[in-house]
């Protein structure tokens, strides 16, 4: 079975732009939630989905947004890039959205912010 | 609000020693607790999950606790090798979202 994939893996965006991840989650799996990892913050919970709405939402602004899709793949967009959105973004699946459940991790998506 | 804490930060041990990893979080009211491995500029590598109801969990030379009581975890690594230096994450399962621990960088000397 594949493990969860997100795409691209790196990226370089300049201020002011904006930027679209994807994470496409293992087959079967519901549940998408998105990480932020910054060696100032750590990690640091954006937004999960289930069902393609959006159940639980960290302390993010209004910037970071995301979706996902019938299929259960999910995008996030940040909008307006500021040079401390430069961070490794993570996104991990599961079956559904009980927090007992295991979520598997993806190998996340190092964006660059210049 | 749930917080979770990593002690040491960095730890430098010679190879083949045991060494112990710790975690502790503010809040009880978790519904699991997991650790990760993270390689330098990589994502992160599943290692041990601890259901809230459970106390210990085990994979090979990897042994994790869990005490919800006093709110503490402990990641024990048996004969270590030089490929087990990474850093240590733990995070537990609390309101629906992962809350992460700052992580012990952990570097095994040959």
């Known amino acids: 079975k594949a493990g969860v994939t997100q795409t691209p893996r790196y990226l370089i965006k300049t201020r002011g732009q904006q930027v679209t991840l994807s994470c496409s989650p293992i087959?079967?799996?519901?549940?998408v939630s998105w990480y932020q990892q910054t060696p100032g913050q750590g990690l640091q919970f954006l937004f999960e989905?289930?069902?393609?709405?959006?159940?639980n939402k960290g302390n993010f602004p209004g910037r970071f947004s995301g979706r996902q899709f019938s299929n259960s793949r999910s995008e996030m967009n940040v909008s307006t890039l500021e040079l401390g959105d430069s961070a490794l973004y993570l996104c991990?699946?599961?079956?559904?959205?009980?927090?007992?459940?295991?979520?598997?991790f993806g190998p996340g998506t190092r964006l660059t912010v210049l | 609000k749930q917080e979770v804490t990593q002690i040491p930060a960095a730890l430098s041990v010679p190879e083949g020693e045991n060494l112990v990893l710790n975690c502790s979080f503010t809040?009880?009211?978790?519904?699991?607790l997991q650790w990760f491995r993270q390689d330098p500029g990589k994502g992160l590598t599943s290692l041990l999950l601890?259901?809230?109801s459970q106390r210990e969990q085990t994979s090979g030379r990897l042994n994790a606790s869990l005490d919800k009581s006093s709110g503490r975890s402990t990641l024990y690594i048996a004969a270590s090798q030089p490929g087990d230096s990474a850093t240590y994450l733990c995070?537990?399962?609390?309101?629906?979202?992962?809350?992460w621990g700052a992580g012990t960088k952990l570097i095994i000397k040959p």
């Open positions: 601890i259901q809230s």
């Open positions: 991990a699946s599961s079956v559904g959205t009980s927090g007992s459940l295991e979520q598997f």
């Open positions: 087959s079967g799996h519901r549940s």
């Open positions: 989905y289930f069902s393609e709405t959006q159940r």
């Open positions: 809040d009880s009211a978790i519904y699991n």
């Open positions: 995070a537990v399962s609390s309101n629906y979202q992962l809350i």
